[in-house]
């Protein structure tokens, strides 16, 4: 185990624990002031829970008592490195000194710092940019640098806070990739909005609510199968919640679906149903078809919205992804009744 | 060279750039009015005898030195009030910023009953063998205590501005705080810095009421320009007059170099756009 | 708009000018006595009235200001304001066209430069009074002074007045005529940054004018020597030959000269003409 980590904090309404195994990569999810920055500010000593212990491999973070006495290290004895979302290139230094200060840092000898630091560069393919100033530097350059900088200092545990959030859509990819490359055997935690982060970075994804943790698990099974409406809608899938019956389940709002169980379920148990918009088809009658196979679930528009060249259809439930051409069709406007159908076996029932 | 950008709406009103300019004024014609009374056949003669070069050269050595002390302990005081959180901390500022607006004699009379040969701390060094009164040293002292504001202020405000985001990005890179201070803070700030050690210069050169009161007036020991000029008055104005025109020069060029440097701050405004 | 402020602006003009015409006519209401003419009335004479400006040295504060109250007492309908400085500063004031009607000073100096500018009529500075030094010393004489040879006793720190002002030229006449060197620790423009040096402790001795050391009541203790009788300071005083009140002036000098004020001056330990 690499860290191991617990802090209530209060005043933010903050209560954590969390675990990152070595070489392993962690996604911290969760909808804005959800306590994801003060996650890694505690972790990296920049705030100061009211209680908790944590303990990166061999090394005490902090041990505090309910009362707030007990061990508390600095920043700088932790061997953990934080990206932000700005690269924060120390202005005054040049990228290969930006990228060695760590090294110096520790006591490293000048000219090994700069051979290390250009090791660093060289990785993340920024070799022809050491003797620039960070003025000099495009947004993309400085965090491939901030990234070499951070790696440089050689921690036991990196922090990643949105690194990709500030960046040209063009310019994202290729940082994503060079991430994918030094991560794949650290120890670090990445916070992100970015499903595509998620799926590409971390081994593992936490969803962070309100200062708690709603749903943690391997990424694909917390994406694909949301327990919670936020990662239900950061995986982009209807998600209904209900209770278990032979063969089906009925909804809180009392529509009774014919799903695919992901194993068996007694009748009786909360369950909650993820259905793709894509798979979603509508009509403005309801359907003449008794095809036991389809669900039909009434609802009216209360959002239109374009995403690329389709139209996401929202009811109260449900939302279905259809081209613009059928919207226009079948005239649909905000208020108006509509049929959502789909079928049973794109219906994926899971217990929660 | 660059070329100086002109904005394309300057939208000043009128009766604005006519105060300026009485304001301006203000400031500018009592400088010409003495320039004008400067009795430049015998301006040569005025300034290089032994008393004037004399005073010239305690002022310029007590103000580096005012100066020096004035970084030494204003740098930790400005991190400690722009970094640190404590009880009485905004009391302590304003503490800090007295002799900012306190009159320099009662800033001297204060220093009196400090270090003076009966004052608070005065009597412990008269044991010790250590005399401050009547000395050159009193003279620093006087001046660094009413500089020291200066370079406070400035540099609390500029540490405020850059803020602690990169510091903490060096603490998480490894660097304890002492190297984070001189490796991150201190060249953020140093345009800020210079600017306030310049400031610091011109107060400390430029002091008067404090050193008269505290330190005393003694060719080459504690009579510094501001004291020559005031003593030549008497007897000789233009003297006063000629003497007084090479401190004015000098604060000029002062404050020149510490615009400039307040200037060639940029690469921190771009950096943080 | 433009209308409105306009109206404003008139009418503070109006305002001006007529306070101003109004100012002019109460300053000159006093002086319009014809009679003005007529050589130094008797002090006696009942037409005396209307507001004069004496100048005087700063030593004379005390006595000036007992003085002036008894002659406005003497002569209902009378004002006399006083300002008090350094002869020099005075007479750079005069000179530079400040109002005044009579000029004290505290050497023969500062009231021939007034004289040679032709401000004074050359006759008509009379002497009214005359000091001599003293030693200061702070109560309890820590060092033991008896004697003016004592002041140049190295360890012995002593202040005196810088040889441009008044009281620095009589202590370089003392020292010339009985051949001791002080080696002083200050030389102060002022008699008062004498005073305050003795009197804060940090000097043993000083030496200013007898006047002052009565003045300082408690805080120093007086030492006489008789070698202070060879630079005896002579106090003139006269009416400035513009003064528009040149009656009342002239009556303010002969109260001054006369036998109430010389009591007082003598009280204050002023010599006898």
């Known amino acids: 185990m690499t860290l191991e980590f617990a802090a209530v904090l209060r005043s933010r309404g903050f209560a954590v624990q969390l675990t990152v195994a070595a070489g392993e990569t962690v996604a911290v999810l969760g909808p804005n002031g959800a306590g994801k920055s003060t996650l890694l500010g505690v972790i990296a000593g920049l705030i100061r829970p009211d209680s908790g212990r944590a303990r990166l491999n061999e090394r005490v973070l902090f041990d505090l008592g309910e009362r707030g006495g007990g061990r508390w290290s600095r920043p700088h004895q932790r061997g953990v490195s934080l990206l932000a979302q700005d690269a924060l290139l120390f202005p005054h230094l040049s990228a290969l000194d930006n990228v060695a200060f760590g090294p110096r840092s520790a006591g490293v000898p000048r000219a090994e710092s700069d051979s290390r630091a250009r090791a660093w560069l060289e990785r993340v393919d920024a070799v022809d940019l050491a003797g620039r100033k960070p003025a000099q530097l495009s947004g993309g350059q400085a965090q491939r640098i901030a990234v070499a900088r951070a790696l440089a200092s050689e921690p036991d545990l990196l922090l990643l806070d949105e690194p990709m959030a500030a960046l040209d859509v063009s310019v994202a990819p290729a940082l994503r990739r060079m991430l994918r490359d030094v991560l794949r055997d650290r120890s670090a935690i990445i916070v992100t909005h970015d499903v595509l982060d998620a799926f590409t970075l971390a081994d593992r994804v936490v969803v962070l609510e309100g200062g708690r943790i709603v749903d943690a698990g391997p990424t694909r099974h917390v994406l694909e199968r949301p327990s919670t409406t936020f990662a239900a809608g950061l995986a982009g899938l209807n998600r209904l919640a209900g209770t278990a019956d032979t063969e089906s389940v009925v909804t809180d709002a009392g529509d009774r679906l014919r799903v695919r169980f992901t194993e068996p379920v007694a009748p009786g148990v909360r369950v909650a149903v993820a259905v793709r918009p894509a798979l979603v088809a509508i009509a403005v009658e309801a359907p003449a078809s008794d095809d036991p196979a389809t669900n039909v679930v009434a609802g009216h528009v209360i959002d239109l919205e374009t995403r690329g060249d389709l139209v996401r259809v929202r009811s109260g439930t449900l939302a279905a992804d259809v081209t613009p051409g059928r919207v226009a069709d079948l005239d649909v406007a905000l208020g108006t009744e509509v049929w959502f159908s789909f079928r049973a076996e794109d219906a994926l029932a899971y217990p929660q | ?273 | 708009m433009t209308t409105r402020t306009s109206a404003i602006a008139a009418t503070l003009l109006t305002a001006a000018v007529a306070f101003t015409l109004a100012a002019c006519s109460s300053s000159g209401s006093g002086t319009e006595t014809p009679a003005a003419e007529t050589p130094s009335a008797t002090a006696t004479a009942p037409a005396l009235e209307g507001s004069i400006t004496v100048f005087a040295a700063a030593s004379l504060k005390g006595t000036f200001t007992e003085l002036a109250d008894e002659f406005e007492a003497a002569n209902p309908g009378t004002t006399i304001e006083l300002n008090f400085a350094g002869s020099s500063d005075l007479v750079t004031q005069i000179t530079e066209g400040a109002p005044a009607d009579v000029f004290a000073s505290a050497d023969e100096k500062n009231m021939a430069k007034l004289t040679d500018a032709g401000l004074i009529d050359a006759a008509a500075p009379v002497d009214f009074a005359t000091n001599v030094l003293e030693i200061a010393v702070p109560p309890t004489n820590p060092a033991g002074i008896a004697s003016f040879a004592d002041l140049a006793k190295p360890e012995v720190k002593t202040v005196i007045c810088a040889a441009q002002v008044p009281c620095g030229a009589a202590t370089v006449t003392v020292e010339q005529a009985t051949g001791v060197t002080l080696t002083p620790v200050s030389e102060e423009s002022s008699v008062t940054d004498v005073l305050g040096k003795v009197t804060s402790g940090e000097a043993d001795a000083g030496l200013v004018y007898v006047t002052d050391v009565i003045a300082a009541g408690d805080a120093v203790e007086g030492i006489e020597f008789p070698e202070s009788g060879e630079a005896v300071n002579t106090y003139p005083i006269a009416p400035i030959t513009a003064s528009k009140s040149a009656k009342l002036a002239q009556a303010f000098v002969d109260f001054v000269t006369g036998s109430v004020g010389q009591g007082v001056l003598a009280d204050a330990g002023f010599g006898k003409r």
Not at chain 2, 89 to 107: A, F, M, N
Not at chain 2, 113 to 137: H, K, M, N
Not at chain 2, 209 to 216: D, I, M, N, R, S
Request: proline share 5%.
């Open chain 2, 1 to 273: 060279m660059p070329s100086r950008r002109r904005p394309a709406y300057a939208g000043v009103p009128g009766w604005v750039v006519v105060v300026a300019v009485v304001g301006a004024a203000f400031v500018v014609l009592p400088l010409v009015a003495m320039v004008t009374r400067v009795n430049w056949a015998e301006f040569v003669p005025l300034i290089t005898s032994e008393s004037s070069v004399d005073a010239l050269w305690l002022s310029l050595r007590t103000s580096l030195t005012a100066t020096a002390l004035c970084v030494l302990l204003g740098v930790p005081m400005a991190v400690v009030l722009a970094r640190t959180d404590f009880w009485g901390q905004k009391i302590l500022r304003s503490l800090v910023l007295l002799p900012l607006v306190l009159p320099p004699v009662v800033g001297g009379i204060a220093l009196l009953y400090t270090f003076g040969r009966r004052g608070l701390l005065g009597q412990s060094f008269e044991a010790l063998g250590v005399t401050i009164a009547f000395s050159t040293t009193a003279v620093v002292l006087a001046q660094t205590f009413v500089a020291l504001p200066f370079l406070v202020l400035s540099l609390e405000g500029a540490l405020r501005t850059v803020g602690t985001r990169y510091e903490a990005v060096g603490a998480t890179l490894g660097a304890r705080p002492t190297t984070v201070l001189r490796r991150i803070t201190l060249p953020l700030v140093l345009p800020a810095l210079v600017s306030g050690a310049v400031l610091s210069f011109a107060r400390a050169l430029g002091e008067f009421g404090a050193t008269l009161t505290f330190a005393g007036s003694l060719q080459g020991v504690t009579r510094t320009l501001p004291l020559e000029i005031y003593l030549q008055r008497e007897t000789d104005p233009d003297a006063a007059v000629a003497l007084s025109l090479v401190l004015v020069v000098v604060a000029v060029i002062v404050v020149a170099v510490a615009h400039q440097a307040g200037e060639s701050n940029g690469f921190r405004r771009r950096a943080s756009s």
